[in-house]
């Protein structure tokens, strides 16, 4: 049993916090069983290089949260029962409807065998940090979407904030950040090649109209990721192209096809239906139409909306699958083009 009890003398998590913690996880999973002994202040203070003092602090918090009880002689044994359920906290930047979808497959996968609890920090780095100091110590797992506005400082100090969580409890959804260090987990899109593979999957159907414009307003982002990938795709193949902020009348012309960066039923997207059906145009038809990422309303808009998207059932049926297999690992997820009506 002394094995499984493991520290990071590293960490700035006080190590009496993560013993605690340890201790709740073995409970928790189903390794140490009620009326089971701990180890000893002295043959686990030994093995793990830390003073008694510490181990003491541990087990005597742990008997006053009445987790541990101790007999004279004998040392400290576990007096509750563990629900063998691992405890995951996602720590999300905000709702949407694709998000819906992770979630719905995430749940779907992890059943009964996990506690989750999901927290909303809205792309807010100070919110971000302020949960992380709550509950750094409380959860199995850590499941984080980072998204957080590309200005350098706060990319740094998320970086950091991500830095304080236990590899092996770390795990990354949507975005995979390639300066973190350490060997944590992702599951993740690469919007720049993506969007490069899903654009080439309609090659021919692109080149049969005049133009592609490219409509990204301020809020997507990472805007400035895909649209780099968006223009090697039209250098690399000829293909005349407008990256444009606005929708006007005089923007939306016959034969050429319109792509809205900002997620589906944003206001661009209605705004560009509503100038189509004043010009006459006929979407699908007289002009194309793709939106980004995917969503359950999509099948049913305009007869069926073209959308570019990572697969987000896949992105959350993965991270539960890592999570129960206990591996670590970074996939990058499926981009593809789905072809309907308006395109």
Do not use: W
Request: net charge neutral; charged share 25%; with cysteine.
């Amino acid at each position: 049993m002394i094995s499984k009890i493991e520290v990071n003398l590293e960490s700035n998590i006080p190590i009496y916090k993560q013993l605690i913690n340890n201790i709740h996880h073995l409970i928790d999973t189903g390794v140490l069983k009620k009326g089971d002994f701990v180890p000893s202040l002295n043959d686990l203070s030994t093995k793990l290089q830390i003073s008694k003092e510490t181990v003491k602090k541990a087990y005597i918090i742990l008997r006053d949260n009445e987790v541990l009880e101790s007999t004279q002689g004998k040392g400290y044994f576990v007096s509750k029962e563990g629900n063998g359920r691992i405890k995951v906290l996602l720590l999300l930047d905000k709702l949407s409807t694709y998000k819906h979808v992770l979630l719905n497959s995430f749940y779907r996968v992890m059943g009964n065998k996990a506690e989750i609890n999901i927290r909303l920090f809205n792309q807010d780095i100070e919110v971000f940090e302020h949960f992380l100091d709550q509950v750094l110590d409380s959860y199995d797992y850590y499941v984080i979407t980072p998204h957080f506005p590309l200005d350098s400082v706060i990319q740094t100090r998320a970086i950091n904030a991500l830095g304080r969580v236990p590899n092996r409890k770390l795990l990354l959804l949507d975005r995979n950040i390639f300066n973190l260090p350490g060997n944590f987990s992702a599951v993740y899109q690469d919007y720049e090649n993506d969007i490069y593979d899903g654009l080439f999957q309609g090659l021919k159907e692109i080149k049969s109209f005049n133009k592609l414009n490219i409509i990204a307003m301020p809020s997507s982002l990472y805007a400035s990721f895909i649209i780099k990938g968006i223009i090697k795709f039209c250098v690399n193949y000829g293909i005349d192209y407008e990256i444009i902020s606005n929708i006007s009348s005089n923007r939306i012309q016959k034969n050429e096809v319109y792509l809205i960066l900002n997620s589906q039923m944003d206001h661009e997207l209605i705004n560009l239906i509503r100038v189509a059906k004043q010009k006459g145009y006929e979407i699908g038809r007289d002009i194309g139409l793709i939106s980004y990422n995917e969503s359950p309303i999509n099948e049913i808009i305009l007869n069926g909306l073209s959308v570019l998207s990572t697969d987000f059932e896949q992105m959350g049926r993965i991270a539960a699958e890592m999570i129960l297999e206990k591996s670590i690992k970074k996939i990058k997820c499926d981009f593809k083009l789905i072809r309907r009506s308006t395109f």
